[in-house]
């Protein structure tokens, strides 16, 4: 029997900076390549798919995202894992949808359903339905004469859409919001709309929304979920392994028994790391050779950070300083394959970070060189933290 191969935190944070384009001389000559490289992007909050897509760019800039985004089109925003949104290739997106956003997409019609016969749209179960169903295709039919719209014009275009739906009915955190935005956000789950160009700047989130169909003449091809969950999972490892079961179900939002369906349907390699058992390709056992050391400064919600539930091999004690209370990531400060600090910008909008452990001189420097390169392109722009909580850090940085 062949001995298992040992990883160690040394190696697994060379693959780390390698296949995430982390290393100067790694850096990426596109968005597309940068966005493949980590299979998905965070894009919960707009900001940070620049600036992490910048941490890994040779020469990026806004003009270079957006024209991925709004005009080749060849990076797309999905609702897809844990109900969240995420930039990815289109070549990656069907994998995606069919095997996290449909089943989002399930739940979210179930909610929906249960909001709307709340809200007294209907008096039976079955007339709920048709109400959702009558919404969905007035919503449809306004974006394809429209060509693009915003949710508030979709709501000025059919008194359906204008409806006012309770959320949470009796909760102490109930809420009301017209019918436009949760149906927009259901079809687009399903894949039958698509995210577009936002209003105002790179970091508004108040997008214009479009038929998929008009934004992707070909369309999104429907895969068959057991075959997508396993081609998801292979392209999970590609990227993050090696890593555990725990991580990929984590970073998926599968079940447990889903997630062990999908790595059979792989066939991993099992491989050691510190702390025990994880999975890897089996193409993928060689040894990678280590880079220079090298620092980075990514965005709040980065992929690299989010891509696993087990962290102590880069991230060490500080968890409790550049995580939220959500177990959001904030701002990180990297070198050398660890987080060893977290960035912000203060009151006056000058980017300031902090180290939380001695780093040494050589990793001061190219530090410094990284935060003077990232405050370059943010210029004059200030970046507000959207659906999670300032963390520790960043808190103290930025009552600077």
């Known amino acids: 029997m062949p001995a298992i191969r040992v990883i160690d935190p040394a190696e697994r944070r060379s693959r780390l900076a390698?296949?995430?384009?982390?290393?100067?001389?790694?850096?990426?000559?596109h968005p597309e390549e940068a966005v493949r490289s980590l299979l998905a992007v965070h894009s919960t909050d707009p900001s940070s798919v620049y600036v992490g897509?910048?941490?890994?760019?040779?020469?990026?800039?806004?003009?270079?995202?957006?024209?991925?985004?709004?005009?080749?089109?060849?990076?797309?925003?999905?609702?897809?894992?844990?109900?969240?949104?995420?930039?990815?290739?289109?070549?990656?997106?069907?994998?995606?949808?069919?095997?996290?956003?449909?089943?989002v997409a399930a739940k979210e019609r179930r909610k929906l359903l249960g909001f709307l016969a709340a809200s007294g749209v209907a008096d039976s179960p079955a007339g709920v339905e048709r109400w959702l169903a009558g919404a969905e295709s007035a919503a449809l039919d306004a974006l394809a004469a429209r060509g693009e719209a915003t949710a508030a014009e979709l709501a000025g275009d059919d008194e359906r859409l204008a409806t006012e739906i309770v959320l949470s009915a009796g909760k102490s955190y109930e809420g009301r919001q017209k019918a436009a935005s949760r149906v927009l956000l259901l079809l687009a789950a399903e894949g039958r709309v698509v995210r577009g160009r936002p209003r105002g700047s790179w970091t508004s989130h108040q997008y214009r929304w479009a038929p998929v169909?008009?934004?992707?003449?070909?369309?999104?091809?429907?895969?068959?979920?057991?075959?997508?969950?396993?081609?998801?999972?292979?392209?999970?490892?590609?990227?993050?392994?090696?890593?555990?079961?725990?991580?990929?179900?984590?970073?998926t939002g599968w079940t447990k028994t889903r997630t062990t369906r999908a790595l059979a349907g792989v066939a991993p390699a099992?491989?050691?790391?510190?702390?025990?058992?994880?999975?890897?390709?089996?193409?993928?056992?060689?040894?990678v050779e280590r880079p220079a050391p090298w620092a980075a400064l990514l965005p709040a919600l980065d992929?690299?950070?989010?891509?696993?539930?087990?962290?102590?091999?880069?991230?060490?004690?500080?968890g409790p300083r550049l995580f939220d209370r959500a177990g959001n990531v904030g701002p990180t400060v990297w070198w050398d394959g660890r987080i060893v600090g977290g960035w912000a910008q203060d009151r006056t909008g000058e980017l300031v970070y902090r180290f939380l452990e001695d780093v040494g001189r050589e990793a001061e420097q190219a530090v410094q060189a990284e935060a003077e390169r990232l405050a370059a392109r943010l210029g004059e722009v200030r970046l507000t933290p959207r659906t999670r909580g300032r963390t520790w850090l960043e808190e103290e940085l930025a009552d600077r």
Do not use: I, K, Q
């Open 303 to 318: 992929s690299t950070p989010m891509g696993w539930s087990g962290r102590d091999w880069f991230l060490g004690p500080h």
């Open 53 to 103: 897509l910048w941490a890994r760019l040779r020469d990026g800039r806004v003009a270079d995202v957006e024209r991925a985004l709004y005009e080749d089109r060849t990076l797309l925003r999905l609702l897809a894992m844990r109900r969240t949104v995420f930039v990815t290739g289109r070549e990656d997106a069907p994998l995606l949808l069919a095997g996290c956003a449909l089943d």
């Open 270 to 287: 099992e491989v050691r790391v510190e702390g025990g058992a994880a999975l890897l390709l089996p193409e993928d056992l060689d040894p």
């Open 18 to 29: 390698l296949r995430h384009r982390l290393t100067p001389g790694g850096r990426a000559a």
């Open 213 to 251: 169909g008009d934004w992707l003449p070909e369309g999104l091809p429907r895969l068959d979920p057991r075959a997508a969950e396993v081609a998801l999972a292979r392209r999970w490892l590609s990227v993050f392994g090696p890593g555990t079961a725990e991580d990929l179900r984590w970073w």
